[in-house]
């Protein structure tokens, strides 16, 4: 079946606009977690939901960052006025389960803040 | 606190050749989940195996083998009989699963390239 998707795959943006991720989970997924990956480094936490909930935002670096999940499927990270230091690739990853479920990764979207 | 350690930055072998790649992890938790994610040049995650720390036996899967040994708390990955296909970076992660409670992300170590040479 399909995999986890996200849109854009690239976004280029100049710093003080505000950008929105998209990803769609793969079909009955319970639980959807974002990641930033810087380049070099591991993915580290962003956030996650399971179903519409939001049960962790403790990895969102500042209020600027924001992610909803309004029906419990696809989801969107919004980062407002972005920074030159937001430049990173966002990923998203959904699993069946909570508790530590093997999480499938999309193949991201990179961002570049000009 | 919980961490992973990836100490092998960069590996390179000529191909047919075994490599091991190492991790070492730290936990507060009795119960967590350990795994190995592949990142090609192409740049998406790629699941290999998820191991939970109830289950010490080691894993085969083709030229793919793991060592999970929890009195040094490592979970290392060799692969047998490189290939140039098998170059990418490699992650290791830990997720710890709290009782009663829903946690479950990802904590990631810095991982390895590994370069495989024909």
């Known amino acids: 079946g399909a995999g986890v998707s996200q849109s854009p795959r690239y976004k280029v943006t100049k710093r003080g606009q505000d950008v929105a991720l998209r990803c769609d989970p793969i079909?009955?997924?319970?639980?959807l977690y974002w990641y930033r990956q810087a380049l070099g480094q591991g993915p580290e936490f962003l956030t996650y939901?399971?179903?519409?909930?939001?049960?962790?935002k403790s990895g969102l670096p500042n209020d600027r960052f924001s992610a909803e999940r309004p029906e419990g499927s696809i989801s969107t990270l919004t980062i407002q006025r972005t920074e030159q230091r937001d430049s990173a690739m966002y990923r998203c990853?959904?699993?069946?389960?909570?508790?530590?479920?093997?999480?499938?990764f999309g193949p991201g979207t990179r961002l570049l803040v000009l | 606190a919980q961490k992973v350690t990836q100490a092998q930055t960069e590996i390179s072998v000529v191909e047919k050749e075994d490599v091991t790649l190492d991790c070492v992890y730290e936990?507060?938790?009795?119960?967590?989940?350990l795994f190995w994610y592949k990142q090609p040049p192409s740049g998406e995650l790629v699941f290999l195996i998820r191991?939970?720390?109830?289950?010490?036996q080691n894993e085969i899967s083709g030229r793919y083998s793991w060592n999970f040994q929890k009195s040094t708390s490592s979970f290392n990955f060799t692969i047998t009989a490189s290939q140039v296909v098998d170059s990418a970076v490699y992650f290791c992660?830990?997720?710890?699963?709290?009782?009663?409670?829903?946690?479950?992300?990802?904590?990631f170590g810095k991982g390895t390239k590994l370069s495989v040479k024909p």
């Open positions: 939901f399971n179903y519409e909930a939001q049960q962790d």
């Open positions: 990853a959904s699993s069946l389960g909570a508790r530590s479920e093997t999480q499938y």
């Open positions: 992660a830990l997720s710890e699963a709290w009782y009663g409670g829903s946690q479950g992300n990802l904590i």
């Open positions: 079909s009955g997924h319970v639980s």
């Open positions: 936990t507060r938790d009795t119960t967590y989940y």
């Open positions: 191991r939970n720390s109830f289950d010490e």
